[in-house]
Antibody, heavy 122, light 106 residues
Framework: QVHLEESGGGLVTPGGSLRLSCPAS????????MSWVRQAPGKGLEWVSF????????KYADSVKGRFTISRDNAKNSLYLQMDSLRAEDTAVYYC???????????????WGPGTLVTVSS | EIVMTQSPASLSVSPGERITLSCRAS??????LAWYQHKPGQAPRLLIS???TRATGVPARFSGSGSGTEFTLTISSLQSEDFAIYYC????????FGPGTKLEIK
């Protein structure tokens, strides 16, 4: 069955960097868009970034544009999120999720990992 | 950006009860609406897509309905494992989520 599990979270000071990883199994990884979604403490869910199966298309939420970079390695069945210039407001649980696409934009997220906590604090 | 709202914010209910959760969009999203169940420390779980289509393995006690701007998720007879937070999400455009409804045991 589909399995996703994030790693790489932790405590980082403002302005610092962190790289999240999400190995995937149970499906043909390269056939699917993938995404990062986050949930700040006491807040709702917010999509952060999407990437197409071939990596030819990526998109970012305005809140992270220019600071975060999504990537994938289809040979390793893994999704990544490079987070630079981190701010306190980036503190959240970060989830990787498989995305279903109906047209030119993502639809919904059919499988998720359990999440990894990123804390940005001095 | 389409804004999603959910009501109530929280609900205290007893096992066996029938409950209906509401989700509203700030403009029409047709039937491009998904529902998720989220338990603390676990991966969110897709319940419903296209407003009313149950995801694989989701029990029949979960049902979704609605179109346009008004949607509902109904759980016909609450089981102990159903106590969680429920989120709606539209995908008529770049997706946004509602703030969630927390189901608590009475």
């Amino acid at each position: 069955q589909v399995h996703l599990e994030e790693s790489g979270g932790g405590l980082v000071t403002p302005g610092g960097s962190l790289r999240l990883s999400c190995p995937a199994s149970g499906f043909t990884f390269s056939d699917y868009y993938m995404s990062w979604v986050r949930q700040a403490p006491g807040k709702g869910l917010e999509w952060v970034s999407f990437i197409s199966g071939s990596s030819s298309f990526t998109k970012y939420a305005d809140s992270v544009k220019g600071r975060f970079t999504i990537s994938r390695d289809n040979a390793k069945n893994s999704l990544y999120l490079q987070m630079d210039s981190l701010r306190a407001e980036d503190t959240a649980v970060y989830y990787c999720a498989r995305v279903l696409i109906g047209g030119m934009i993502p639809d919904y997220f059919d499988y998720w990992g359990p999440g990894t906590l990123v804390t940005v604090s001095s | 950006e389409i804004v999603m709202t959910q009501s109530p914010a929280s609900l205290s209910v007893s096992p066996g009860e029938r409950i209906t959760l509401s989700c509203r969009a700030s403009q029409s999203v047709n039937t491009y609406l998904a529902w998720y169940q989220h338990k603390p420390g676990q991966a969110p779980r897709l319940l419903i897509s296209n407003a009313s289509t149950r995801a694989t393995g989701v029990p029949a006690r979960f049902s979704g309905s609605g179109s346009g701007t008004e949607f509902t998720l109904t759980i016909s007879s609450l089981q102990s494992e159903d106590f969680a937070i429920y989120y709606c999400q539209h995908y008529n455009d770049w997706p946004t989520f509602g703030p969630g409804t927390k189901l608590e045991i009475k």
